[in-house]
């Protein structure tokens, strides 16, 4: 078969950059019988998609990447290129990676559709401030159901929620998991580098850690102000926050701002730390630093930073609205989101004992090593087989 892929997303270092990059790097290597077009409307990282891939390149006057920042949707003229592009005859099916980037087509081609999660629609007004942004993407997503052949989605956790929201059967919703990249280990004698030590980062120091956006689903406010308590009490005076995560080139909706008006009144900005956007050979390095990883989120589809934290040694405390409590098992604490109460307590548990650190660190490192992008690519390359026999 020739698969045409829609790649628009390839350059984004958030999930779903990192997600496409991962996958679609793991499937065409896994894939020997059928041919990739990856469709891109960016030439920004077009090195790193896999050799046996050809590129075509679509003009965008914005490309998919940057447009939510830019314009807050795509221009109808650069949906329009990528629509023709992808609906020109010569393709059997065609692959969206997320319907972040889904456009309409007019072809025979069967059509695999990939929805990570449903904060958008139960969380808008924390996704997405604009009223006609919103009509927007409702208006995206429907279509392509509608146009689906293949729904796919990240996790069991995700394929039920997708399904309330829906009203769709579950079994209609594929399954294709995700996993940590093989960068993200136990590092032996894990060292401050340079980079790190430039942005506050020391060694020996107690750190909690968040990576991830700053968009207001994350729930960072609440995982703040619990901060805030711990920082106070004379036993964790040594803890200091890092938070991950890029917040001067954000493309999605941030609430950045306010959450550092929120440290600034609780007289903790020298107890927090914002590195912006960290490339993974220093990501994984914190991480092995790490004292505890937060993701208090009040949704996740999968949790991508949960999974690379336990497997790079690091407890997790996460929400318990996502699939990690299955994913991870004991390699992490998991607390509803709107408990902040529980969260101190979590976080108390956890810094104060050395051996539950240990036992969170070993049974994350077991569960984190059954999830691989080689399994991910099998299970796509099956929903592949299974509609190509259609």
């Not at 146009?147 to 996790?155: F, K, L, R, W």
């Not at 700053?214 to 102000?225: D, E, Y």
């Not at 934290?309 to 998991?334: N, Q, R, W």
Request: hydrophobic share 50%; net charge neutral; aromatic share 8%.
């Amino acid at each position: 078969m020739h698969i045409g892929v829609d790649a628009t997303g390839w350059q984004n270092k958030r999930g779903y950059g990192r997600h496409m990059r991962a996958l679609l790097g793991a499937l065409v290597a896994l894939d020997l019988e059928n041919h990739y077009t990856f469709l891109m409307d960016s030439t920004e990282a077009v090195e790193t998609v896999p050799a046996a891939a050809k590129v075509v390149l679509v003009h965008a006057s914005t490309p998919t990447a940057l447009a939510a920042s830019a314009q807050g949707n795509r221009s109808v003229g650069d949906m329009l290129a990528m629509s023709r592009a992808m609906s020109k005859p010569g393709f059997d099916l065609l692959i969206f990676p997320t319907v972040y980037s889904f456009v309409p087509v007019a072809s025979r081609a069967k059509k695999l559709v990939m929805i990570h999660d449903v904060i958008a629609e139960k969380y808008p007004q924390l996704t997405m401030p604009s009223r006609m942004a919103q009509l927007f993407w409702h208006t995206k997503v429907a279509l392509g159901r509608w146009q689906a052949d293949a729904i796919v989605t990240v996790s069991a956790y995700a394929r039920q929620t997708i399904a309330e929201h829906f009203k769709l059967n579950p079994a209609k919703i594929l399954v294709v998991g995700e996993a940590s990249d093989p960068v993200f280990r136990v590092l032996p004698a894990a060292q401050v580098t340079p980079a790190l030590t430039s942005l506050g980062i020391a060694q020996g120091q107690r750190y909690i850690v968040y990576v991830g956006g700053f968009a207001p689903h994350k729930n960072l406010a609440m995982a703040v102000s619990v901060f805030a308590q711990l920082a106070a009490q004379p036993e964790f005076r040594d803890v200091d926050l890092v938070m991950v995560g890029e917040y001067k080139k954000e493309v999605f909706h941030s609430c950045f701002g306010a959450i550092k008006a929120q440290i600034e009144a609780l007289g903790i900005s020298k107890r927090v730390i914002f590195t912006g956007y960290l490339p993974d050979e220093q990501l994984v390095v914190l991480l092995n630093l790490a004292t505890v990883l937060v993701l208090p989120s009040f949704l996740e589809g999968f949790g991508l930073p949960a999974v690379e934290a336990a497997a790079a040694g690091c407890p997790v405390i996460a929400t318990t609205h996502s699939p990690l409590p299955e994913l991870l098992g004991s390699a992490g604490l998991y607390v509803d989101p709107i408990q902040p109460e529980a969260w101190r307590q979590a976080l108390t548990q956890v810094l104060a004992s050395d051996s539950l650190r240990q036992t969170m660190q070993t049974a994350g490192l077991a569960a984190t090593a059954k999830l691989t992008w080689a399994a991910a690519a099998r299970q796509m390359l099956g929903v592949i087989e299974g509609l190509a026999t259609r």
